[in-house]
C-alpha cells in the first residue's frame, strides 16, 4: 500500500474532527428568551477559547504528520496501525474538547485533555522512530538530524501535555494555557536546527 | 510544503462546515402532533433563508480561495497559520449561521455573524496580500492588476460585513440581506476588470 | 477554473450528507429500560427504509453527476454556480429525510421530500444542458445521442419527483415507494440506448 | 468510470463516519454538577471500549477494501453499486455502536451490531468475487491464490460475526470481545499466505 491512500484518509478525519469542534459550543436551547443572547456568547468565552485552541492543536498535528509523511515514502502493516490508533485519538478530540469545556474547573477533565494531547504525541514519535529506524520506510539519504529534529518536535508536544496533567491538580484553570508552550517550543527547535545546519556548512 | 496538502484540507473543513449547516435547521421533537409539520416548516422560513445564505456565502469563500491558489505556487509557515486561521472561522459558520436563526431580531447576534464574515474576509486579503507582496508565493510574471483585483475582491466582502454589523443596530432583521451585495460587487468587479483588461490590449 | 475542484466538493458533500443520514435514525434517550430495545428497533422500520432509500437516492445522483463530469471538460461561472446549488440540495437531503421519517402520514412532509429531489433532478438537467448546449463545457466530437441521453436520465428524475408529490396528497405512505422507479427507469434508458448504437453500427 | 471516484466516495464516507463515532459518547447535560464528571467518564467504559472496537473495526474494512482495489483496476454498473451498499452499512456503524453502547446486555442490540458487521463482510466478500470473477475487473495476470487470499479474508470478518450472533444469545457481555479475532485471524491468513508462496518458489 502506497502512503497516497492514509493520507487521504488522514485529511479526511482531521478535517472532520476539526470542524465537529464546532458541536462544543453550547446552541440556545429552544424558546428562549431573545434577551438570553448576551448571556449565551458571554457566559461560554471560556468554550470559545477551547474551541480556538483544540483547532489550533489539532492543526499543529496535522501540519507535524504531513511533515512526517514528506519524508516517508512507503508503509507497512505495523505502520498503518500505528497511524490509526493516531487517528483514534485525533476524532477522539471533539469529546475531549467538550469535556474540559463543560467541566474547566475539574482536574480530571483536565488530566483527559491532557492525555488525549498526550497520546497523540506519543503515537506522532512512534510513527517518525519506527518510520525511520534503519531507514525502514524513508530515503537512506534522509538527514540523521533531520530525523533528530523529527523527533524532538513530538516529545515536545508530549511533555507539554505531561506539564499539563501535573498542573491540573494544582489549578485545572490554567493548564489550558500550558498548550501555547507547543507552538512556541516549535519555533525554538526549527529556528535552532536552522542555525546548526548553517553553522555546518 | 506544497499547496497541494492545504488545499485538500480547505476543500474537506468548506465540504463539512457546508454540509453541517443543516442541522441549524430545527427538526421534528420526538412525540409532536403531526399537524405541527405545517408550523414546524412554515415557522422557520428565516433558518432556510439562513442555511441558503451561509452556504452561499461559504460557496463563495471557497471559489475566491480557490481562485487565490489557481496563483499560489508555494506555501510557508506563517502563510500556512493564516490558511488555519481562516478554516478556523469557516469551522464556525454553523455555530454563527445557527445563532443568527434562533434570534433574529436581537443585534448582538447579527453583529456575531457579521463579524464571523469579517474575519474571513480580512483574512483572505491578507492571504493574498502575503502571498503577492514582492511576489513571494506566486510567479514573478504574475500580473499587477490581477493582484489588485485579489485585493478588491477581499476588500468588498470586509466592506460588506462592516456595513452588516451597522446595520445591525438599525434594524437586525435587514442585515441579512446586506450580503446580497458580496455577489452582486464580485461580479461589477470582475465586469471591470474584463473591460479595463480589453481596452489595455 | 478546471473541474478538478469542484469535483473534491462534490465527493465531500456527497459523502459528508450520506453519512449524515444515520443521524436521522432514533437513538435510545438516557435512561431507557434495557427492554425498550425491541420497540426502539421495529419501531422505527419506516425510518430505516427512509435512510436506505435516501442512501440510495443520493448515490444515483452522485452517480449521475459523475457521469456527466466524465464528458464536462471545463467550467465557467454560472456553471458553477448551478452545482453549488445542485450541491444546497444535496446538503439539504438529511433534514427532508428526517422530516419524512417522522412525519410519514402527512402529505406536506412527502411534498418536502420530493420537492428536495424535483429540485436535484432539474439542476441536474440543467447542469447537463447548459454543458453541452453549442457543446460548450464539453468535447465538440461528443456524440448528440449521448447529450440526449444525459438529458433524459434528469428528466426521468424529476418527472418521478413530480408523481411522487402528485401521489402524496392520494396517500403520503406510498409515495416514497414510486423513487424504486428512478433506478428500474434509468436502467431501460440505458438499455434502450444501448440498442440504438448498437443497431446504428 | 473509473475506480478512482469511487475511491474518493469511499475515503470521504469511512473517514466521516469514523469521525461520528465519537457522538456515541455521552457528553455531560448542560447544568450538571463539577462532581459528576468521576460517574460520566468511569460510567460509560463499555463506550470507550465501544468506540475503540467500532473504529479498529471499520479500520479493517478500509484497509480490506483498499486491499482489493489496488488489484481492481476498472468498475462496472453492477460493481458500483455493490460497493454503495457497502458503505451504506459503513455509515450505519455509528448508530450500532451507539445501540450497543446503551444496551450492552441485550442480545437484539448485539445481534444488531453482529448484523451490520455480517453485511459488511458478505459484500466485501461479494465485492471481490464479483470482480475476480473471470478475472472480471482485474488483470488477466492476477495470481489466483492472491484471489483466494482475499476471498478467505472476507469469510474470516463474516464467520466472526456469525459466531458474535450465536454468543449474543449465551451472554451479551462477552460476543464484543469477539471481534478481537478478526484482527487476529486476518494475521493468521497472512502469515500461512507469505509461507505457501515461499515455499512454492
Not at 465537529?20 to 429552544?30: E, F, G, K, S
Not at 514528506?70 to 483514534?88: A, C, E, V, Y
Not at 471533539?94 to 483527559?112: Q, W
Not at 516529545?155 to 484553570?173: C, K, N, Q, W
Amino acid at each position: 500500500m502506497t502512503t497516497h491512500r492514509i493520507e487521504a484518509l488522514v485529511d479526511g478525519i482531521f478535517a472532520i474532527a476539526m470542524t465537529l469542534l464546532v458541536l462544543t459550543l453550547t446552541l440556545p436551547a429552544a424558546g428562549k428568551e431573545p434577551t438570553e443572547v448576551y448571556g449565551l456568547l458571554f457566559g461560554q468565552i471560556d468554550k470559545f477559547f477551547n474551541y480556538a485552541l483544540s483547532f489550533v492543536l489539532l492543526a499543529i498535528f496535522w501540519v507535524s504528520h504531513h511533515q512526517q509523511f514528506h519524508f516517508i515514502k512507503r508503509t507497512d502493516g505495523k505502520h498503518l496501525w500505528i497511524n490509526i490508533f493516531f487517528l483514534m485519538f485525533v476524532a477522539l478530540m471533539p469529546f475531549s474538547t467538550s469535556l474540559v469545556g463543560d467541566y474547566s474547573e475539574e482536574p480530571l477533565a483536565e488530566v483527559f485533555f491532557a492525555s488525549n494531547i498526550l497520546m497523540l504525541g506519543i503515537l506522532l514519535v512512534w510513527n517518525w522512530v519506527y518510520a525511520t529506524n534503519h531507514h525502514r520506510l524513508v530515503d537512506s539519504s534522509l538527514d540523521p538530524r533531520r530525523i533528530a529534529l523529527g523527533k524532538k518536535r513530538g516529545v515536545v508536544t508530549a511533555s507539554v501535555a505531561v506539564l499539563a496533567i501535573g498542573l491540573s491538580f494544582v489549578d485545572p484553570r490554567i493548564s489550558s494555557f500550558v498548550y501555547l508552550l507547543i507552538p512556541i517550543l516549535q519555533r525554538v527547535l526549527e529556528y535552532r536546527n536552522r542555525r546548526m545546519t548553517s553553522a555546518a556548512t
